[in-house]
């Protein structure tokens, strides 16, 4: 059964750190550029990150850029999304999900069920 499964969400302060993990079975990820999503209450899902299979590349949204950093470790098949210096407004429902390529695209076909960040005082 082909899964995607994200854990590391949780409450955190402002300024905090959270490591999410995004775990696969049933496929290796390796083939498969991997995105992270978020989407907070009332609002549209947003990309935030996304790395390549390909050659490790990564992208960032403009919002996370410097305080965001994905990794993936093919040996475990698992996909990371460190988080530092959290704000309120990272607050959302965070989703990994496969592109249907090697390369990070705007197609993407497995979805994990998603991860509950909380920032908040």
């Known amino acids: 059964q082909v899964q995607l499964v994200e854990s590391g969400g949780g409450l955190v302060q402002p300024g905090g750190s959270l490591r999410l993990s995004c775990a696969a079975s049933g496929f290796t990820l390796d083939y498969y550029a991997i995105g992270w999503f978020r989407q907070a209450p009332g609002k549209e899902r947003e990309g935030v990150s996304c790395i390549s299979s390909s050659d490790d590349s990564t992208h960032y949204a403009d919002s996370v850029k410097g305080r965001f950093t994905i990794s993936r470790d093919d040996a475990k098949n698992v996909v990371y999304l460190q988080m530092n210096s959290l704000k309120p407004e990272d607050t959302a429902v965070y989703y990994c999900?496969?592109?249907?390529?090697?390369?990070?695209?705007?197609?993407?076909?497995?979805w994990g069920q998603g991860t509950q960040v909380t920032v908040s005082s």
């Open positions: 999900a496969t592109a249907d390529s090697s390369w990070c695209n705007d197609r993407y076909d497995y």
